[in-house]
């Protein structure tokens, strides 16, 4: 059994990292770029009011534009930090894939059956636990914007992630509404106590590229925990006829 599930883990992981990675370089990546020329002050945000454009650190105005469908800074690849990206990236999927597992194990030792279509909904839950629920209270931050203590927010974000997750299971497999009310209960609670943040947001970066950030951030993620999910349902049902 527990080879089984490293293996089914390990390939849905490494696959679903690979495809997350090449999504977050196409769609995320070129507005973390852009963001860190705000950061460094190569580019500069005018409030609204004092003006429609951007102007460069030199202080010229060179018109409305906006890098976020290009990669900023000169284009190139860096080997290092694109590779370690990569690297990271799978890493962490396959963590996740480790844990929708377990989660595939718990569920056949209680009589359900895992298919590859329910995969899909299992990685959706995974993702609804770890991304989309937390990021109603801390959204994906860009460099430069201001946000309130590390451990803080790690300690709301864990919670969040536990009583998400244990929320989710008790919908899809509880019985009685005792279970489902205390599912919603879980589900609203680290949002009625509220995420940590700062006192005055600020931050370099302008508004509508911190939306699109979080927004893509988010997009991404929904993909590829979908493709972790049929992936390591499709390995899982494989392994077991095997």
């Given at each position: 059994?527990?080879?089984?599930?490293?293996?089914?883990?390990?390939?849905?992981?490494?696959?679903?990292?690979?495809?997350?990675?090449?999504?977050?370089?196409?769609?995320?990546?070129?507005?973390?770029?852009?963001?860190?020329?705000?950061?460094?002050?190569?580019?500069?945000?005018?409030p609204?009011?004092?003006?429609?454009?951007?102007?460069?650190?030199?202080g010229h105005?060179?018109?409305?534009?906006?890098h976020?469908?290009?990669?900023?800074?000169?284009?190139?690849i860096?080997f290092a930090?694109?590779?370690?990206s990569v690297?990271?990236?799978?890493?962490?999927?396959?963590?996740?894939?480790?844990?929708?597992?377990?989660?595939?194990?718990?569920?056949?030792f209680t009589?359900?059956?895992?298919t590859?279509?329910?995969?899909?909904?299992?990685?959706?839950?995974?993702?609804?636990?770890?991304h989309?629920?937390?990021?109603?209270?801390?959204?994906?931050?860009?460099p430069g914007?201001?946000?309130?203590?590390?451990?803080?927010?790690?300690?709301?974000?864990?919670?969040?992630?536990?009583?998400?997750?244990?929320?989710?299971?008790?919908v899809?497999?509880?019985?009685?509404?005792?279970?489902?009310l205390?599912?919603?209960?879980?589900?609203?609670?680290?949002?009625?106590v509220?995420?940590?943040?700062?006192?005055?947001f600020?931050?370099?970066?302008p508004?509508?590229?911190?939306?699109?950030?979080?927004s893509?951030?988010?997009?991404?993620?929904m993909?590829?925990?979908?493709?972790?999910?049929?992936?390591?349902?499709?390995?899982?049902?494989?392994?077991?006829?095997a």
């Open positions: 059994m527990l080879k089984k599930m490293v293996a089914s883990a390990v390939f849905a992981g490494f696959a679903a990292g690979l495809i997350a990675a090449a999504l977050q370089f196409a769609f995320v990546q070129p507005v973390l770029l852009e963001a860190e020329l705000y950061e460094t002050g190569a580019l500069a945000h005018l609204f009011g004092g003006g429609n454009s951007d102007a460069t650190a030199d105005d060179h018109g409305a534009h906006s976020a469908d290009a990669p900023a800074g000169d284009g190139g860096d930090r694109d590779g370690l690297l990271f990236t799978v890493f962490n999927y396959t963590a996740f894939g480790l844990i929708l597992i377990a989660g595939f194990a718990l569920a056949e009589g359900k059956t895992v590859v279509r329910s995969g899909v909904l299992w990685g959706l839950a995974g993702f609804v636990a770890l989309f629920a937390p990021a109603i209270g801390l959204p994906p931050e860009l914007t201001a946000a309130a203590e590390v451990i803080p927010r790690q300690i709301w974000w864990s919670a969040t992630v536990v009583a998400t997750g244990l929320g989710l299971w008790l899809a497999f509880g019985a009685g509404w005792q279970q489902i205390l599912a919603v209960v879980l589900i609203l609670a680290p949002h009625a509220g995420a940590p943040h700062p006192a005055v600020t931050g370099t970066p508004p509508e590229l911190a939306s699109l950030f979080a893509r951030a988010l997009g991404v993620g993909a590829a925990w979908a493709c972790l999910g049929l992936l390591a349902a499709y390995y899982w049902q494989m392994q077991a006829d």
